[in-house]
């Protein structure tokens, strides 16, 4: 009965959702779908939590999220609502998926090479570098898709309420297979298989994407290769704002009410432990049969639970380990930029002491770093004024608050600005835009205190929980307290993690908790009507 539903919403019943970013927004709509009357409570005067928007002098800029990866996933979330990816968002493929730059010997231009995704074209590149390494890629994305189709179908969309997924035949019978992928780290996977350094830290990157380095996490997720090689990188036209406000629009349609610039203070709850409602930070009470916290999960058991009620105290944070922090720079521009495409990654040669200065022991901001540039308006005639460009830079940096604020204009905490200076200076070099601080006529920049103050980031982390193998699939916090019940999760901290698809997963998963759905796999998809 792994598909019964346990948990039809009753007439009348509530749902408080805490939190209006992407996870937030997804959740409610599922649930208002379901049949619940949901309201979404979101602390900060606009949705999208960190994929937020921030304008200035006729820009626009995306304030996280920037690659749009795992179209299926979203496509897979629209059909649940019964629509389309296609239907409410336009999406336009990157040719080149993006360029990476090498750190130049001197004072020159770095060497670089575009990446085009498709096989063919990635195995073309990584043979004119290497030879024989266009067949080794080949062998790599084969066992990267079936990496992916294995965690999509066994792992990602699974609430490990019970351990009946994991008791799969299939997954059984892979254990040989499996082991190796989690007890070796993603460097040392590539490694052996490859020697040109650019090609590795290629391979390697996708970690970040994950919160952590590739010298920490499994090299399960060489999966993530298959992503941008062999299927595609797409942008959704107008920003990731739009991925926000479409969700937001499909979530009012279903009846949602969303309160924004409304922080809460407690989850309530009754005699029995059950979670009633939520106060507010103005003292005001809203009752509700569950509620779905998808802030902070270190915020939400240590700020809005008592200590008796929390299934994931301040001794548990201690052996934890938060994504790296980022310093974030907004970049206004003054006429074109041609050397960037709309991704770019600037990688140096001191790759592991890079790792080593933003998750070690000893911490500190690298300089040179290893940064990614987005320049949206390469893509996108709406994010800048004519003849201007839109650059977001990130730079990974420790997760550490007292590194500092950010601030417009250079007005930040003196160390970050320096650091953006740095950055600035580097991307310049580098790409050979070499009076490209000369033309900055908007900046503003964002760091790890910024993310611990506006949106209670544990040690003022960017992204969420790190994927280490400690803090994967069933190892990872679930989306149910295990002391408050009716109180749920979902987010980039809980099951499955980090990234704008996994948080539509985890507002998935609570879907299935309330409907006593064990199986490993997503929701079945409504059935469309003929033509």
Same mark, same amino acid.
């Given at each position: 009965m792994s598909r019964a539903r346990a948990h039809?919403?009753?007439?009348?019943?509530?749902?408080?959702?805490?939190?209006?970013?992407?996870?937030?927004?997804?959740?409610?709509?599922?649930?208002?779908?379901?049949?619940y009357a949901v309201t979404v409570i979101e602390a900060r005067d606009e949705t999208g939590g960190r994929a937020g928007s921030w304008e200035r002098d006729g820009f626009r800029f995306d304030t996280g999220p920037s690659w749009y990866?795992?179209?299926?996933?979203?496509?897979?979330?629209?059909?649940?609502?019964?629509?389309?990816?296609?239907?409410?968002l336009d999406l336009a493929p990157l040719v080149p998926a993006y360029r990476v730059y090498a750190e130049p010997e001197g004072d020159g231009v770095g060497e670089h090479i575009d990446v085009v995704s498709g096989r063919a074209e990635a195995t073309a590149l990584f043979e004119s570098r290497e030879p024989g390494a266009g067949a080794r890629l080949d062998e790599y994305l !084969?066992?990267?898709?079936?990496?992916?189709? $294995?965690?999509?179908?066994?792992?990602?969309?699974?609430?490990?309420?019970?351990?009946?997924g994991l008791r799969d035949p299939d997954i059984l019978k892979r254990v040989p297979t499996l082991a190796p992928l989690l007890t070796r780290s993603l460097n040392r996977f590539v490694e052996r298989r490859f020697d040109d350094p650019m090609l590795r830290q290629v391979l390697g990157y996708p970690a970040v994407f994950l919160?952590?380095?590739?010298? !920490?996490?499994?090299? $399960?997720?060489? +999966?993530?290769?298959?992503?941008?090689?062999?299927d595609a990188v797409l942008y959704p036209r107008g920003g990731f704002t739009e991925i926000i406000a479409a969700i937001e629009r499909l979530a009012r349609e279903r009846g949602v009410e969303v309160r924004t610039g409304?922080?809460?203070?407690?989850?309530? *709850?009754?005699? !029995?432990?059950?979670?009633?409602?939520?106060? $507010?930070?103005? *003292?005001?009470?809203i009752p509700a049969d569950i509620v779905v916290s998808t802030a902070d999960l270190h915020h939400t058991e240590t700020v809005l639970l008592p200590p008796d009620r929390q299934s994931y105290p301040e001794r548990w944070w201690r052996k934890r380990t938060p994504s790296f922090g980022a310093l974030l720079i907004l970049l206004g521009v003054e006429g074109e930029i041609s050397e960037l495409p709309h991704h770019t990654l600037l990688f140096t040669r001191g790759w592991r002491e890079n790792f080593d200065a933003i998750s070690g022991r000893d911490t500190h901001i690298p300089d040179p770093a290893s940064l990614?540039?987005? &320049?949206?308006?390469?893509?996108?005639?709406?994010?800048?004024?004519?003849?201007?460009?839109?650059?977001?830079?990130?730079?990974?940096? %420790?997760?550490?608050?007292?590194?500092?604020?950010?601030?417009?204009?250079?007005?930040?905490? %003196?160390?970050?600005?320096a650091a953006a200076d740095r950055a600035i200076a580097q991307i310049a070099?580098?790409?050979?835009?070499?009076?490209?601080?000369?033309?900055?006529?908007?900046?503003?920049?964002?760091?790890?205190? !910024?993310?611990?103050?506006?949106?209670?980031?544990? &040690?003022?982390?960017?992204?969420?929980?790190?994927?280490? +193998?400690?803090?994967?699939?069933?190892? &990872?916090?679930?989306?149910?307290?295990?002391?408050?019940?009716?109180?749920?999760?979902?987010?980039?901290?809980?099951? %499955?993690?980090i990234g704008l698809p996994m948080c539509l997963?985890?507002?998935?998963?609570?879907?299935?908790r309330l409907r006593g759905d064990t199986s490993a796999g997503p929701l079945p998809e409504p059935a469309t009507p003929a033509g």
């Open positions: 039809e919403a009753a007439p009348g019943s509530r749902a408080v959702v805490i939190g209006g970013g992407i996870a937030g927004l997804s959740t409610a709509a599922l649930l208002a779908h379901e049949g990866l795992m179209p299926e996933v979203f496509d897979h979330f629209f059909a649940l609502l019964g629509t389309s990816a296609a239907a409410e !084969d066992s990267a898709a079936d990496a992916y189709d $294995l965690a999509v179908s066994k792992f990602l969309y699974d609430t490990y309420a019970t351990s009946e919160g952590s380095s590739p010298y !920490d996490v499994p090299s $399960l997720y060489h +999966l993530m290769s298959h992503l941008d090689l062999d409304t922080p809460v203070a407690q989850i309530l *709850t009754a005699d !029995d432990g059950s979670a009633t409602g939520v106060r $507010l930070a103005d *003292t005001t009470e990614y540039v987005c &320049r949206p308006s390469a893509t996108d005639d709406t994010v800048a004024p004519e003849g201007s460009e839109n650059l977001f830079v990130l730079v990974p940096i %420790p997760a550490d608050p007292e590194l500092g604020h950010g601030g417009v204009d250079g007005r930040g905490d %003196p160390a970050i600005e070099q580098w790409t050979g835009v070499t009076d490209l601080a000369s033309r900055v006529t908007v900046r503003r920049t964002i760091a790890p205190a !910024d993310f611990a103050r506006d949106l209670g980031a544990w &040690r003022g982390n960017s992204l969420g929980l790190a994927h280490t +193998l400690g803090q994967s699939a069933l190892f &990872r916090p679930g989306n149910a307290s295990k002391k408050v019940p009716g109180l749920y999760y979902a987010g980039s901290s809980v099951l %499955p993690g997963i985890s507002a998935e998963l609570v879907v299935k």
